[in-house]
């Protein structure tokens, strides 16, 4: 597993966070943003952190969820 990918996102006070239908959805008091999900990488929402983990054993699935992760966390 990529070592970026297995750090969980901090979620800061006041930020809501949605996993569902493919999408990831934040919302801040500054605002709302969505971003789709790649079937390559399984997000949970664990209060108060979200963790990001490849759905195989492949390559591109473990370099994906780096990527995700890395993404959500700007």
Request: proline share 5%.
């Amino acid at each position: 597993m990529s070592r970026i990918g297995k750090l969980p996102v901090a979620i800061p006070a006041g930020v809501e966070v949605a996993v569902k239908d493919e999408l990831i959805n934040v919302k801040g008091a500054l605002g709302a943003l969505a971003m789709a999900l790649n079937p390559l990488v399984k997000v949970e929402n664990q209060g108060g952190a979200m963790t990001f983990a490849p759905a195989n054993e492949s390559r591109e699935a473990n370099a994906m969820s780096g990527t995700i992760r890395q993404l959500v966390n700007n």
